[in-house]
């Protein structure tokens, strides 16, 4: 059967025009999902944790904390190239994550990408790429810094998985700095005190003169009263200078402790000890689990390292009462 030309035509339109749509909306279609892919909110997803691994002794187990907030020591990276942009080197925080880094000393604080494990020596809490140095204004191998993770806006992620800067945050007050620096203060005290081998001769000195300064006193009051008024003056002071002596050492024997956590109950207590190798001790209704005492800050990371990959995240380091 012949069709009308009016009618091939049409069928011949209509099958042009459809055609003409579905190529349109492919293209529009495959066009559009390069640029969220590339550079979008899914280029943060999905976050990486990975297995635990050790560093210089101590073990690290990477961890999903939201409330993530702590200080410690930061380095530059050495060799690091420009594509980095602004962001860190970290052992346990997902990547990627987001942060807010404060300088200590100055009170600058900065927003960086976590993108890399590390670092992989040392007792420093990060390691800042060049640009991220840069933007925070340290330049040494031990920065005293603060890391605190943040969830910025989608605008602020942007720029930095771009490899551009986020301008820096309202700085930190240097009252609330100065209290954050105490926090390392172990630190120092473990480092430029190592006091274990000198106490012992400076103990034993004052007590082999107390004991000779003895029988002179003894002699001067049986030979002549009247005279020997300013020898006893030496002796008391003399005399004290072994007290300090004897008491340096205790606030070397174990001054840190880690706060695994605070228990309702007893016997989930004695379950966190057993997990970390800690002691329970009660604490008004709670029961306290702790570790040490440490007489060194790597003894007592090395423990709140164990204690956080036991699942303790809250774990922290705290002078022993």
């Known amino acids: 059967m012949r069709l009308p030309v009016k009618q091939i035509l ?13 190529a349109g909306h492919n293209a529009q279609a495959i066009g559009a999902m390069p640029g969220p892919q590339q550079n979008g909110p899914a280029a943060d997803y999905p976050m990486v944790l ?3 691994f050790i560093v210089d002794g101590v073990s690290y187990k990477p961890v999903d904390v939201m409330n993530y907030d702590t200080v410690g020591y930061a380095g530059v990276e050495v060799g690091a190239g420009e594509r980095e942009g602004v962001t860190i080197a970290h052992r346990t925080l997902p990547l990627p994550s987001y942060a807010e880094v404060t300088s200590l000393e100055s009170g600058r ?40 993770r943040v969830n910025p806006p989608e605008q602020e992620r942007a720029l930095l998985r771009g490899g551009e800067a986020v301008p820096p945050r309202m700085d930190t ?7 954050l620096r105490r926090k390392l203060e172990p630190d120092f005290v473990a480092v430029a005190v190592p006091l274990p081998t000198p106490v012992p001769t400076v103990a034993a000195a004052p007590v082999k003169a107390a004991q ?3 029988p002179v006193v003894k002699a ?15 002796v008391p002071t003399k005399a004290p200078a072994p007290t300090p002596a004897t008491t340096a050492p205790k606030e ?5 402790i880690v706060q695994v956590g605070a228990f309702s109950t007893e016997q989930r207590g004695r379950t966190a000890a057993a997990k970390v190798g800690g002691n329970v001790s009660a604490a008004g209704k ?3 689990v702790r570790m040490g005492p440490f007489a060194t800050r790597g003894q007592a990371e090395a423990a709140l390292a164990k204690a956080k990959a036991a699942g303790y995240s809250d774990a922290r380091i705290q002078r022993a009462d």
């Open 10 to 22: 049409a069928f011949a339109c209509a099958g042009t025009l459809a055609a003409c749509g579905t």
């Open 220 to 234: 001067v009051k049986a030979a002549a009263p009247a005279q020997p008024a300013p020898k006893p003056v030496t």
């Open 173 to 179: 007050p240097k009252s609330l700095g100065a209290v």
């Open 50 to 52: 990975g297995d635990a």
């Open 109 to 148: 604080t900065i927003l960086v990408r976590v993108e890399r494990r590390g670092p992989m020596t040392g007792a420093r809490l990060i390691d800042l790429s060049p640009a991220a140095a840069a933007q925070l204004g340290v330049n040494g191998a031990h920065s005293p810094i603060r890391i605190r």
């Open 286 to 288: 709670f029961h306290r």
């Open 212 to 214: 000779a300064k003895v």
């Open 252 to 256: 070397h024997s174990g001054t840190l």
